[in-house]
């Protein structure tokens, strides 16, 4: 157990929806990290917050977006959902900022969109 | 743009044999790389990493060796044992901009 959360573990929803999925980073981390993993895209970085400010972004829609809270907690919303959103979406949390640094990964949430 | 990618897809290795599992990355500027493990319905797990001013790192069982001449990253495990079955990311990092990943390799360890 990394000691990173993530909700739900699972959900499914429609094309054309929004939904919002949660984590909450171990104690004492500031940085979080979103990630999504597909079958044909693998795992792709998409965005990082370190407390509370956005520090880095990846392959990361426009459709999608993200924040970090006062508490750490981060949450990563999706909308406008295409059958090719259905994946893995992982989040990460570090105890530093970005470079040369190990994170620690949640179980993930999986997403259907049919 | 930036890619990593995994010469070998899958592997079978004899349990108690050393494994290698190799990575070719394209970007010339990156400066630091990590190995990861995923084990079937879990998130990814940090392995050990190296910075690009070194050559060589030794963790616990396993080490990374990484040539810059030929743009080349590998994960060596010894006496590879059950639980070491898994897949394998490797994954490099341009100057805190980006995280690129591999497409990953499955290390299967045969009894």
């Known amino acids: 157990d990394s000691g990173v959360t993530q909700t739900p573990k699972h959900l499914i929803t429609a094309t054309g929806q929004r939904v919002t999925l949660r984590c909450s980073p171990r104690s004492g981390d500031l940085s979080v990290y979103w990630y999504q993993q597909s079958l044909d895209q693998g795992l792709q970085f998409l965005i990082q917050?370190?407390?509370?400010?956005?520090?880095a972004k990846g392959n990361i829609l426009e459709r999608f977006s993200a924040q970090q809270f006062p508490d750490l907690h981060s949450e990563l919303n999706l909308s406008s959902l295409e059958l090719g959103d259905s994946a893995l979406y992982f989040c990460?949390?570090?105890?530093?900022?970005?470079?040369?640094?190990?994170?620690?990964f949640g179980p993930g949430t999986r997403l259907t969109v049919l | 743009g930036e890619s990593v990618g995994l010469h070998l897809p899958t592997l079978s290795v004899q349990e108690g044999d050393n494994s290698i599992i190799n990575c070719a990355y394209s970007?010339?500027?990156?400066?630091?790389f990590i190995w990861y493990k995923q084990e079937s319905g879990k998130g990814p797990q940090f392995i050990i990493d190296i910075r690009s001013n070194m050559d060589k790192r030794q963790g616990q069982r396993v080490t990374v060796l990484l040539n810059k001449t030929v743009k080349h990253l590998s994960l060596q495990i010894a006496a590879t044992q059950p639980g070491d079955s898994a897949v394998y990311f490797c994954?490099?990092?341009?100057?805190?901009?980006?995280?690129?990943f591999g497409p990953g390799t499955r290390l299967s360890v045969l009894p």
């Open positions: 917050y370190y407390n509370g400010e956005e520090r």
């Open positions: 990460a949390s570090s105890p530093r900022d970005w470079l040369m640094n190990e994170q620690f």
């Open positions: 970007n010339s500027a990156s400066d630091y």
């Open positions: 994954a490099e990092n341009n100057y805190g901009q980006n995280f690129v």
